[in-house]
């Protein structure tokens, strides 16, 4: 199969269409004498005339940018209750600014975030947040810059899916959701701690 969706540690076809917002120019600053192109967390990540740019897939199902999503609801209702509709976000972004505008997220299948840049780690912390916090049971999935080494440390923080980038091998992406057997702290993908684990399982084989 070429695909390089994995989604619950196989290689599937991916039926989603991923809807991007026409680009602007991304601010240039300078961090520890270096120029970098960066956004910190809260900053807008599309504009109005972007969002208002964006052309929508007449079929099929989309991902769409959650600020996309947010201004077009109304004439999306229907796709909605048939499932052909999800949203991402970037990692920039403040996940309970959305969450406050949705009743209920999960009648979204699919909820997307991108990595921008591999250094960026705050795709962990939105992947728990979604998972614990705002309590989200479907499809969560980590595309853009995502590297195999992370793989393993997205699945903990609840992520089930990952697009892998075209010049990487899935197959071996594949093998990094096993790279450790027995974590040892409790995560969203296990609460419980490998301590308590064995506790447990114990008391209820005595």
Do not use: C
């Not at 240039?28 to 967390?41: I, N, S």
């Not at 403040?94 to 979204?108: H, R, V």
């Amino acid at each position: 199969m070429n695909s390089q969706l994995i989604l619950d540690n196989a290689i599937v076809r991916d039926e989603w269409i991923t809807v991007e917002s026409p680009t602007i120019t991304t601010e240039v600053r300078k961090q520890a004498g270096k120029v970098v192109m960066f956004k910190l967390t809260g900053e807008d990540t599309l504009s109005e005339e972007q969002i208002m740019a964006t052309a929508l897939p007449k079929n099929g199902k989309i991902l769409l940018p959650a600020k996309v999503y947010l201004q077009h609801k109304d004439v999306l209702k229907e796709r909605l209750k048939n499932k052909e509709i999800g949203i991402w976000i970037d990692t920039h972004e403040e996940i309970g600014s959305f969450i406050s505008e949705i009743n209920d997220i999960n009648q979204f299948p699919l909820i997307g975030v991108r990595v921008g840049k591999f250094a960026d780690g705050r795709i962990f912390s939105i992947g728990t947040q979604l998972r614990i916090k705002f309590q989200y049971k479907n499809d969560l999935r980590a595309f853009g810059d995502v590297l195999r080494d992370q793989l393993f440390f997205l699945k903990r923080t609840g992520f089930n899916s990952y697009l892998i980038r075209e010049d990487r091998d899935p197959n071996d992406a594949l093998l990094a959701l096993k790279d450790f057997s027995s974590p040892y702290q409790g995560a969203a993908d296990e609460p419980y701690p490998a301590w308590k684990k064995f506790d447990r399982n114990q008391r209820e084989r005595d």
